[in-house]
């Protein structure tokens, strides 16, 4: 049986300290970890989407650009991932971007979000999504 390693980390500036065991599966703990440094529930969030898609390493990326995330780093360190790499550097990148292009729409402010998740209203500004997201590179 394979030994369980635990980490306690702070989550995001809150103050509250989690308890973190690490199964040994990379993706599914950084998964866990974005999970609970960002626990959204949004259709307009790309961190969602992509942890709820299995994109875990891309929404790790993500997520710590936008915000302080102590536990998610500690994670990801213990597993040899640097979330702050380039861009084309991340292992589901590719992968993401396809399912971006694929899911993503822009509503009539100009925001984008995935209408698949939760409903034709963006959730950041109301605005109805009118068009998917055209891919320019």
Not at 29 to 43: F, K, M, P, Q, T
Not at 98 to 124: K, L, Q, R, V
């Amino acid at each position: 049986m394979p030994r369980l390693t635990t980490i306690r980390a702070e989550i995001g500036t809150t103050g509250n300290v989690e308890s973190f065991v690490l199964t040994g599966d990379a993706g599914a703990d950084i998964g866990r970890a974005v999970e609970l440094e960002h626990s959204c529930h949004y259709n307009h969030c790309d961190i969602r989407e992509a942890n709820e898609n299995d994109f875990s390493f891309t929404a790790a990326y993500l997520l710590t650009g936008a915000i302080e995330t102590h536990l998610l780093d500690r994670v990801c360190q213990h597993y040899k991932f640097s979330p702050n790499a380039a861009y084309h550097d991340i292992p589901d990148w590719e992968a993401w971007l396809e399912h971006f292009y694929a899911h993503a729409w822009e509503c009539e402010s100009g925001c984008i979000g995935f209408p698949e998740y939760d409903g034709d209203t963006c959730d950041n500004c109301l605005s109805a999504y009118t068009k998917r997201v055209e891919r320019t590179d």
